[in-house]
């Protein structure tokens, strides 16, 4: 089945700052990669997704890009607020999504 | 309007009982899931269905049984608890692309 690894667990910025989460997965047939956010004691929510079909992604301060070759995706977080503090989970799923595989988390926190 | 609701929120229990949370969503999803998610936050997927149909089974003991009497519910029974079942269990449907999740069942055995 699918692995995902993500890094860091976590990471401590400065308000302003950009932030940058990493994530590798294990399975080639995956084609779906959607980054959630997970507020303390909230569920956890989509923020960006993106299809392999394509490489980059961005909506506002959030980006994401894909290297499927690498099997490596990422998420960027340009002029980081302390409201963007939260655990961040990256995934991989086939598009028809019976399988979807988190990464183990990257606990953001944003100092103002 | 709730997309995925799951009760009960809070769920204290001891050792050896046998409890059951319930899922429900609105979405008209074919596909729900069960995740667990320990203390260091790791989300591990349990189960998934589609329409009905058991599609993951996660190496999960068999203390747990996962039930869909139709597609937008999916109710999971946990017999013979145990210490490390302690968790948030969290439910969530899907189409395509999105997962929506539920507000999520804390999980206390004591």
């Known amino acids: 089945g699918e692995n995902v690894e993500q890094h860091p667990s976590t990471l401590s910025v400065q308000e302003g700052d950009s932030a940058v989460i990493k994530c590798t997965y294990s399975?080639?047939?995956?084609?779906?990669f959607p980054w959630y956010k997970q507020e303390l004691g909230k569920r956890p929510q989509l923020i960006i997704d993106i299809r392999s079909n394509v490489g980059e992604k961005k909506d506002q301060r959030i980006a994401v890009t894909l290297n499927k070759t690498a099997k490596h995706f990422s998420l960027h977080i340009t002029e980081t607020q302390p409201e963007d503090s939260a655990v961040y989970f990256c995934a991989a799923s086939p598009y028809n999504n019976n399988d979807m595989r988190f990464g183990a988390g990257t606990r953001l926190t944003v100092k103002p | 309007d709730t997309a995925v609701s799951q009760t009960p929120k809070y769920l204290v229990t001891q050792m050896g009982n046998d409890k059951s949370i319930k899922c429900e969503q609105n979405?008209?999803?074919?596909?729900m899931y069960w995740y667990k998610q320990d203390s260091k936050k790791f989300l591990k997927i349990m189960f998934s269905?589609?329409?009905?149909?058991?599609?993951i089974n996660e190496t999960v003991p068999n203390r747990f049984s996962p039930k869909s009497p139709d597609k937008a519910h999916l109710n999971l029974h946990i017999n013979s608890l145990e210490l490390g079942d302690s968790a948030v269990y969290f439910c969530?449907?899907?189409?395509?692309?999105?997962?929506?999740f539920g507000e999520g069942s804390r999980l206390t055995v004591l």
């Open positions: 399975d080639s047939a995956s084609n779906y």
């Open positions: 979405l008209g999803h074919d596909t």
């Open positions: 269905y589609n329409n009905k149909e058991l599609i």
């Open positions: 969530a449907s899907s189409q395509v692309g999105e997962l929506f």
